[in-house]
């Protein structure tokens, strides 16, 4: 089977990247702006060079991750890099006989973390704010309209927060701080406030059974996430049992928050670490036969991960 992936060198792709390499029966290439020695990857080409059809392959499935990983823009560097580029790539499907397409969007076409705790479906009305959110929207489309003219069987997966090693965000700079055992600051479950979060383990669990059960590409979109969202005050604490680490976690009482949430300097940060966004995994968990890992276990192998 010959698999083509885009964005193998950013942090998702580099844990699929693994995975490829490393499964049975399956020949990759990888598709990137620039070609480069130190990537250390091997049978890799441009997207020049795979959109002029240059490329003397057939592909039986093209995972397309490569994205700008950024919220707002004043150019059109995000609508380039995810819309321009993936309507052009599945327009160049057919010049590689490739009819399965796995397009990876964002949770974020639901709208950002919030105070209020609500749960999206697949067919809850997308709300996108930021630019890069809106982009992902608009990519979808294009996705499910040029597929179809083209015959072309796509998955759209609607990714929440992606933890695993070698991320960088605010929530990994939180898990530092537990690594060095110094006290951190968060707030009690009692705020009622979940996300859904999603490890790389489950990421790569799934599309490993969309290769082995090629039929699994069936022009849908999955929310795909973790067995059960969790508070981010849990991961925390989860994290912190796990590793043994010895932090002290201070728990700000509810007032605290409603207090701080009133400042202007910091809500919005506050809201984007410890709001909510959530979404329902059951419609992926209903059509792929396999079982989704819960956080703890992500949180666990990510920290032995850490720990080679």
Not at 120 to 141: G, T, W
Not at 221 to 234: G, Q, R, V
Not at 253 to 278: D, E, H, T, Y
Request: include cysteine.
């Amino acid at each position: 089977m010959k698999i083509a992936l885009s964005g193998a060198s950013g942090f998702i792709g580099t844990h699929l990247k693994s995975l490829l390499d490393n499964t049975d029966s399956v020949e990759t290439i990888y598709i990137t702006r620039e070609p480069s020695s130190a990537n250390n990857i091997d049978c890799e080409y441009s997207f020049k060079e795979f959109l002029s059809g240059s490329i003397d392959v057939d592909i039986d499935c093209f995972i397309h991750l490569a994205s700008p990983n950024y919220d707002y823009c004043k150019d059109d560097s995000l609508e380039d890099g995810i819309v321009g580029l993936t309507r052009d790539i599945v327009k160049s499907l057919p010049k590689y006989n490739c009819k399965k397409f796995i397009f990876f969007s964002s949770s974020k076409v639901y709208g950002e973390s919030s105070l209020i705790d609500h749960c999206f479906q697949e067919l809850s009305e997308l709300n996108p704010i930021s630019d890069y959110a809106k982009a992902k929207a608009r990519a979808e489309i294009l996705v499910k309209d040029i597929s179809d003219k083209l015959g072309i069987d796509f998955l759209i997966y609607r990714l929440p927060f992606v933890y695993g090693s070698g991320m960088q965000s605010n929530i990994a700079s939180l898990l530092n701080i537990l690594d060095k055992s110094l006290p951190i600051i968060s707030f009690k479950n009692n705020l009622g406030l979940k996300k859904s979060f999603l490890s790389t383990e489950n990421i790569k669990l799934i599309i490993e059974f969309n290769l082995r059960n090629l039929s699994s590409i069936d022009s849908n979109t999955y929310n795909i996430s973790d067995l059960e969202a969790i508070s981010l005050d849990s991961f925390l604490k989860e994290y912190r049992i796990l590793s043994s680490s010895k932090s002290l976690i201070i728990n700000l009482p509810r007032v605290a928050f409603n207090f701080l949430i009133k400042m202007p300097l910091i809500s919005s940060l506050l809201i984007k670490v410890f709001g909510s966004l959530q979404i329902d995994n059951s419609k992926i968990r209903r059509a792929i036969n396999i079982q989704l890992s819960p956080t703890s276990d992500g949180i666990l192998y990510l920290i032995n991960k850490k720990n080679l």
